[in-house]
């Protein structure tokens, strides 16, 4: 099963991913995780990386696509993967479509979480995040209920960052649902409620698509 999370910053497709993830057994490839573990080791790309995501804006095009290249081929997404943070532009998705056939391979679905920007703007702005996991938390939340440590808020996280995000997204990537929808690729769910009750509408939004089996 080959899918796409897609949605603005802070519609909750990490968790989303995750809970998939652990479902199906196949690997969640986040490119902001890869992007962040490379700046914690100091790698010449996560050092060019690192000023790009503190703003809130987009790495290049050509080192994003070198990036999810190198892990599609791993072993893991053999069977299948679920793709959240990439394609972020059109030349990225075409990218991808290239990718994809050299490999055998499609998306079998795309997923929309759909979440208004007001609602966006009060999740991310203020957001604090476990520096242990990088689980988040609401804003008001003082320690990691899992690893006592004291959370910290990620740079792009910050107001600034947080408005350049929403309109980057809106210009480059909200594109990519017409882009998607072209090829009747994409369900839409929405992404506001519990986060059990969003998972059920995802599952469900694959049964009806025959993805799931
Ligand atoms: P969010 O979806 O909440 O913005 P992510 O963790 O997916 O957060 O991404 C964090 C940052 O990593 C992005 O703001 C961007 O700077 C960079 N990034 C991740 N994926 C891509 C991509 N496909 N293209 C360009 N930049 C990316």
């Given at each position: 099963m080959n899918l796409l999370l897609y949605g603005?910053?802070?519609?909750?497709k990490g968790t989303q991913a995750e809970m998939l993830h652990s479902r199906f057994g196949i690997p969640h490839v986040s490119t902001g995780d890869i992007l962040r573990s490379e700046v914690a080791a100091g790698t010449p790309l996560g050092l060019k990386a690192k000023p790009i995501m503190a703003a809130g804006g987009y790495v290049p095009d050509d080192i994003m696509v070198g990036i999810i290249r190198n892990r599609l081929v791993e072993p893991d997404a053999v069977s299948g993967f679920i793709l959240d943070?990439?394609?972020?532009?059109i030349p990225q998705a075409q990218a991808l479509d290239v990718l994809l056939t050299e490999l055998s391979k499609a998306f079998d679905r795309v997923v929309y979480l759909r979440v208004d920007t007001d609602e966006l703007v009060k999740r991310l702005a203020g957001r604090m995040t476990c520096p242990v996991d990088q689980r988040t938390f609401p804003p008001s939340t003082a320690a990691c209920p899992e690893h006592g440590v004291k959370l910290v808020q990620r740079d792009d996280d910050k107001p600034e960052a947080v408005k350049k995000r929403i309109e980057i997204y809106l210009e480059k990537t909200l594109p990519l649902l017409d882009y998607y929808s072209a090829k009747q690729l994409v369900s839409e769910v929405p992404g506001v409620g519990t986060i059990d009750e969003i998972h059920s509408r995802v599952l469900s939004a694959l049964e009806h698509a025959k993805v799931m089996n």
């Open positions: 603005p910053p802070g519609s909750g943070g990439f394609p972020r532009t």
